[in-house]
């Protein structure tokens, strides 16, 4: 399967649209639910550690992405989407 996240262009959109799309309203075309998208974004950001300022950048980002996931699991989607969001301005940095 192709990866949604190749780049950190990508990975920004990607981001956005799991905030607008997610937890559990994912178009029906894409096969997407949250345990993968969050899969995926933890994915795009190794894969664009280069990008972003190297693996400790990555590895901090990805640190954020478990904190989102563990949020929206326990029903706080707004904490989640915040700290997703912040994830996806640190890629605009």
Request: charged letters at 25%.
């Amino acid at each position: 399967m192709e990866p949604w996240c190749r780049n950190k262009a990508e990975l920004n959109d990607f981001l956005a649209f799991v905030i607008v799309y997610g937890p559990d309203a994912f178009p029906a075309d894409t096969n997407m639910d949250m345990p993968r998208a969050i899969e995926e974004i933890k994915a795009g950001l190794e894969r664009c550690a280069g990008e972003l300022g190297g693996v400790a950048c990555s590895d901090e980002l990805i640190a954020l992405v478990n904190k989102a996931n563990a949020q929206i699991r326990a029903g706080h989607l707004v904490q989640g989407w915040h700290l997703l969001q912040d994830v996806k301005h640190a890629l605009k940095a």
